[in-house]
T-cell receptor
Framework: QQQVRQSPQSLTVWEGGTTVLTCSYE??????FPWYQQFPGEGPALLIS?????DKKEDGRFTTFFNKREKKLSLHIIDSQPGDSATYFC???????????FGLGTTLQVQP | EAAVTQSPRSKVAVTGGKVTLSCHQT?????MYWYRQDTGHGLRLIHY???????EKGDIPDGYKASRPSQENFSLILELASLSQTAVYFC?????????????FGPGTRLTVL
């Protein structure tokens, strides 16, 4: 049962370009939407997160947008760097247990 | 800084054998989680725990047991390993903060069942 749909599955961009990853979800009752970044051979690590009371959160080159009406989440990476090459997962919080439901991930390759 | 360690980092097991994966955290976190990661399936929650001596089923608990003997330690047990349980397993920990569900992940254990 996939409750968070993530696209694209994979993406290649040139160094210096802008990367856009998107997620859509079915249920609008949850309030926490994080993005995790995973490098090969490592565990995922929190990149950026947003609460549903906000529509935008920025952290350096990374910005996440939340559209509650359309039930969509996006991650924008400006000035993409080869070091950004990784798999990115969006997720949503599921209530008062701290549980997360993850999307299937997007594998990003930034070409120099 | 948050620290979650897992052992072993990789393991080869035989079908029908028993496998125990261990996780240790020094974050003083109440919540701990076990996930499996498969190509095409992302991260799926197997079991989790919010207090020592208690575990809860996640989304895919069949074929797995969990044990939380202390706040710091959380184990995943495969009583009868099967080929379909070949995957990378991640442990994570978190505090209960409803404004931030940040989970800290370990480096993973690559399990191959033959």
């Amino acid at each position: 049962q996939q409750q968070v749909r993530q696209s694209p599955q994979s993406l290649t961009v040139w160094e210096g370009g802008t990367t856009v990853l998107t997620c859509s979800y079915e249920d609008s009752t949850f309030n926490y939407f994080p993005w995790y970044q995973q490098f090969p051979g490592e565990g995922p690590a929190l990149l950026i997160s947003i609460l549903s009371v906000s529509d935008k959160k920025e952290d350096g080159r990374f910005t996440t947008f939340f559209n509650k009406r359309e039930k969509k989440l996006s991650l924008h990476i400006i000035d993409s760097q080869p070091g950004d090459s990784a798999t990115y997962f969006c997720a949503r919080g599921t209530g008062n247990t701290g549980k997360l439901i993850f999307g299937l991930g997007t594998t990003l390759q930034v070409q120099p | 800084e948050a620290a979650v360690t897992q052992s072993p980092r990789s393991k080869v097991a035989v079908t029908g054998g028993k496998v125990t994966l261990s996780c240790h955290q020094t974050n003083n976190h109440d919540y701990m989680y076990w996930y499996r990661q498969d190509t095409g399936h992302g991260l799926r929650l197997i079991h989790y725990s919010y207090v020592a001596d208690s575990t809860e089923k996640g989304d895919i608990p069949d074929g797995y047991k969990a044990s939380r003997p202390s706040q710091e330690n959380f184990s995943l047990i495969l009583e009868l390993a099967s080929l379909s349980q070949t995957a990378v397993y991640f442990c994570a920990s978190s505090v209960l903060d409803l404004s931030s569900y940040e989970q800290y992940f370990g480096p993973g254990t690559r399990l191959t069942v033959l």
